[in-house]
């Protein structure tokens, strides 16, 4: 089974500090994604990477950035949280190209921001 | 961009009944529309789509509907159960795009 690993699935961090959100996935997909989720708003795109090292912004990277430095991996960093990026973010992976192209997400990081 | 919206945002159904979820989409060049289930506590799961030179596609219980013309889809669920109770997730995927682009999803509720 396609697995999407996120490291957290609760997190509760201070106004300004750095976070960071770890996501793995082991079916040596191309894509990587991060999503935000809130209530009324769905899915909305942060960043995504087709890529090592490639990333591209979404709909709403502001207040965030991402680093791919392996495959496998892709990293979602809040430079300085704030309140209102309290959330529950997900992560996604997908192949690039073919038929098969389904996109597979993690379970889940709910952050909230105090 | 595309833009995708989604009705209703909450739909309340008997066990038994039919649940349909409503999407409409704003790129005629998007081809590939999925849907996605999450349950409580989880990420959303892939559970049916569609590509745009089809124009139905059913697996036992769940039929997806699209319609270019009018540039809508819709998802159709039969003899609801109560583990169907959940937040439905429509998406579209524009050609050359790795990205999907979600509606505001649908809670369903199925009371037995």
């Known amino acids: 089974d396609v697995k999407v690993t996120q490291s957290s699935r609760y997190l509760v961090k201070r106004t300004g500090e750095k976070v960071f959100l770890e996501c793995v996935q082991d079916?040596?997909?191309?894509?990587m994604f991060w999503y935000r989720q809130d209530p009324g708003l769905g899915l909305r795109l942060i960043y995504f990477?087709?890529?090592?090292?490639?990333?591209e912004k979404g709909d709403i990277p502001e207040g965030y950035s991402v680093s791919r430095e392996k495959k496998e991996r892709f990293s979602l960093i809040l430079e300085s949280a704030s309140t209102n990026q309290t959330s529950m973010y997900l992560c996604?992976?997908?192949?690039?190209?073919?038929?098969?192209?389904?996109?597979?997400f993690g379970q889940g990081t709910r952050l909230t921001v105090v | 961009g595309e833009n995708v919206e989604q009705h209703p945002s909450t739909l309340s159904v008997q066990e038994g009944d039919s649940a349909v979820i409503k999407c409409t989409y704003s790129?005629?060049?998007?081809?590939?529309f999925p849907w996605y289930k999450q349950e409580l506590g989880k990420g959303p799961q892939l559970i049916i789509d569609?590509?745009?030179?089809?124009g139905e596609k059913k697996d036992q219980r769940i039929a997806v509907t699209l319609n270019k013309t009018a540039k809508h889809f819709s998802l159709h669920i039969t003899e609801t159960q109560p583990e169907d109770s959940a937040v439905y997730f429509c998406?579209?995927?524009?050609?050359?795009?790795?990205?999907?682009?979600f509606g505001t999803g649908t809670r369903l509720l199925v009371s037995p």
């Open positions: 998406a579209a995927r524009a050609p050359g795009f790795q990205k999907l682009v």
């Open positions: 569609i590509r745009s030179n089809v």
């Open positions: 079916m040596d997909h191309e894509n």
């Open positions: 990477s087709y890529d090592v090292k490639m990333k």
């Open positions: 790129d005629s060049a998007s081809n590939y």
């Open positions: 996604a992976s997908s192949f690039v190209r073919g038929l098969n192209t389904e996109a597979f």
